[in-house]
């Protein structure tokens, strides 16, 4: 799902057009005229994980052109690096776009805001609006109106290895102190290195600045704060779990050398999130799956905090079959859907009323999960949102191999946000 908000992405995108049998795929502009039935092409831009989520997320469309013959979806799988450029430069090139765009929580202000999506109040994409999780719909909403409709919502935890834990003798960590003495005795009594800390993508560096009492920005005074004492202080954490060796980083392709190394037993622990379940499944170490443990985020000084993340579906504001669409991103948000992707993925729903379904419900991953996002961290639902993780992962990086000071990478990006977010103090 998160293969890295500022990265750049490897993996080409992928085109799949689903159809029943019997699809007009003449048609790209269906609507209900005539006999009242959907019909023509929906153009999806998928940016979900390939090899694992991507799978189920084509399955499910191919179930609603079950549902509705006429209706051919065109499956894009666009890496999520590139999807949020991509989408922009297509829409307004006027070229390109697609009808529905899987975006990011942060996308949603930024799209909407530069007038590409259609406004989904009123519209059969946004039914039973009083079943979502409150912190699901704020990200959807800009300038009073619903730009996208959640459809999984996600925080972060603590991934670890029972059995290292077990050969080490080592509990697991609550604390950053603990984090950092965990990681010590794991490369003594094992040999392993204690935690793989991603150094490409600012969002893995969140959970320690909301755990030292910092943010980002404060949207309500419009003020940068990633620059003040807590911000510095973040980056002096960080910087210090890889200088005492409790962690190893990187600062190219992260998400692959990470998922690599913790899936092989070369790592005790990572930080990551219900999206990363599916593919850590996936390796070697965890082909018991009872072998994986996921714990809070070790807390900072200023307590425990995880960023709430997620992903909404939009509709292109050009899109030239809103019918079909609106059809299809209520499918693909419905009860049944998130609860099968819940099922095959771990990913978490962000309808109340999916909880309650067997699948959702028993699912040890959801339920470690669900807590944790109920208080998380929410992000500032700004135009501007999206956009700050590219200086910040800069500094992050600059940081962590020791090419910036703590000081010199805080002052930098909030530098850099000054300039990006104008009259903010």
């Known amino acids: 799902m998160r293969r890295g908000i500022a990265a750049t992405a490897l993996v080409a995108a992928l085109g799949v057009t689903l159809a029943a049998c019997g699809s007009d795929t003449g048609s790209t502009g269906g609507d209900t005229k005539g006999s009242g039935e959907l019909s023509g092409t929906v153009t999806w831009w998928d940016t979900s994980t390939v090899g694992s989520e991507d799978k189920v997320f084509k399955k499910l469309a191919e179930d609603f052109t079950k549902k509705h013959p006429k209706v051919t ?111 010590t005795k794991i490369k003594q009594k094992t040999g392993k290195t204690g935690l793989y800390l991603r150094g490409d993508d600012a969002y893995w560096f969140l959970s320690f600045l909301y755990g030292e009492g910092g943010d980002l920005v404060n949207a309500d005074t419009k003020t940068v704060t990633i620059d003040n004492p807590a911000g510095v202080k973040a980056f002096k954490t960080v910087k210090d779990l890889v200088d005492s060796k409790a962690a190893i980083t990187d600062a190219t392709n992260g998400w692959d050398n990470m998922q690599a190394a913790f899936k092989d037993g070369k790592v005790a622990m990572m930080i990551n999130g219900p999206w990363a379940v599916a593919d850590t499944y996936t390796g070697k170490e965890f082909a018991d799956k009872a072998n994986l443990g996921i714990a809070p985020v070790p807390a900072g000084s200023a307590g425990q905090g995880s960023p709430q993340g997620g992903h909404g579906l939009a509709v292109y504001a050009g899109s030239k079959n809103l019918a079909a669409s609106y059809a299809f991103v209520d499918y693909m948000t419905s009860v049944e859907a998130q609860a099968l992707a819940a099922k095959e993925l771990s990913l978490l729903p962000t309808r109340t009323s999916a909880y309650a379904k067997t699948e959702v419900a028993t699912n040890p991953m959801i339920a470690f999960f669900k807590p944790v996002v109920e208080t998380s961290h929410e992000r500032p639902w700004i135009p501007e949102g999206g956009s700050l993780f590219a200086p910040l992962v800069t500094e992050y990086t600059k940081v962590l191999t020791n090419q910036a000071t703590p000081e010199q990478g805080a002052k930098n990006a909030g530098d850099s946000y000054r300039k990006l977010l104008k009259d903010w103090k």
């Open 73 to 183: 979806i065109k499956y894009v799988n666009v890496p999520f690096g590139d999807a949020q450029n991509k989408f922009k430069n297509a829409a307004q090139s006027g070229t390109g776009a697609p009808d529905v765009i899987r975006s990011e929580v942060a996308w949603t202000a930024d799209f909407a805001n530069l007038g590409y999506l259609a406004p989904l109040d009123g519209t059969p994409a946004l039914k039973d609006q009083d079943d979502f999780l409150k912190q699901a719909a704020a990200s959807t909403k800009y300038d009073g109106k619903t730009y996208a409709v959640p459809q999984v919502i996600d925080s972060m935890g603590i991934f670890y290895n029972k059995k290292i834990f077990k050969d080490a003798g080592v509990e697991v960590p609550k604390s950053v102190d603990e984090l950092k003495s965990v990681a």
